[in-house]
């Protein structure tokens, strides 16, 4: 059993290394691995943010979890978890290692690895152009759970017999002055707003009576 674990936001979990309890998504990782819930029953893994997948989570090694003392690796992967993924919907129960925690998990002997040992495989998953994005706290309350790049936008067109309609956007880029983003539609409009799903499209913010909204220009 895990002790501590906490709800988090997405935010908090993103580019965080945590410990995972077994479950069958990580059984079936462990079975694709020749291994068994009885070589240890947990995982430690790293938190990155897969542009279609969403919130996924890289498997880095395979432990054992006791009471009152830290987690004792069994085997470490050496490409890295490269097959080891967890989605959204996989985690199951976790916790995020404090930085304390990560730091002691960075030394080097027979039982433990280099938890930071080759992470450029996480570039790929990071591009400027998103990381940017993802670091506007603003667009959180428009985020969708477990997408991180993908935000509600509202379509609305000056005409009466449009009611205005909420769609998702994955968010692709920012402009230079941080104003506005270009993004695909995702979803086909109910109604005809000159714009279908797969399109890219401008999204800016829009202040309301309301409150804030996130709108598409439409022309």
């Not at 003392?69 to 978890?81: M, R």
Request: aromatic share 12%; net charge negative; with cysteine.
């Amino acid at each position: 059993m895990i002790h501590g674990e906490t709800h988090y936001s997405d935010r908090q979990i993103i580019s965080r290394w945590a410990i995972f309890e077994s479950n069958p998504a990580i059984g079936r990782i462990l079975a694709g691995r020749g291994l068994s819930p009885s070589d240890g029953h947990g995982m430690i893994g790293y938190f990155y943010v897969d542009h279609e997948e969403g919130l996924s989570v890289r498997i880095h090694a395979l432990c054992r979890i006791d009471p009152g003392i830290p987690p004792q690796i069994v085997t470490n992967f050496e490409d890295h978890g490269e097959d080891c993924i967890l989605r959204y919907d996989e985690f199951g129960e976790f916790r995020l290692f404090s930085n304390e925690e990560a730091n002691n998990l960075l030394l080097s002997d027979d039982q433990r690895w280099n938890l930071f040992e080759d992470q450029r495989w996480f570039i790929y998953y990071d591009p400027e152009k998103l990381h940017e994005i993802r670091n506007r706290v603003d667009l959180d309350q428009f985020r969708a759970p477990g997408y991180f790049d993908d935000v509600s936008v509202v379509l609305f067109l000056k005409d009466e017999n449009h009611v205005p309609e909420i769609v998702w956007v994955r968010l692709e880029e920012m402009a230079e002055d941080g104003t506005t983003f270009q993004g695909v539609l995702l979803n086909e409009p109910d109604a005809d707003f000159g714009v279908h799903e797969g399109d890219m499209i401008t999204v800016r913010f829009a202040e309301h009576q309301d409150g804030r909204y996130l709108v598409a220009d439409l022309g």
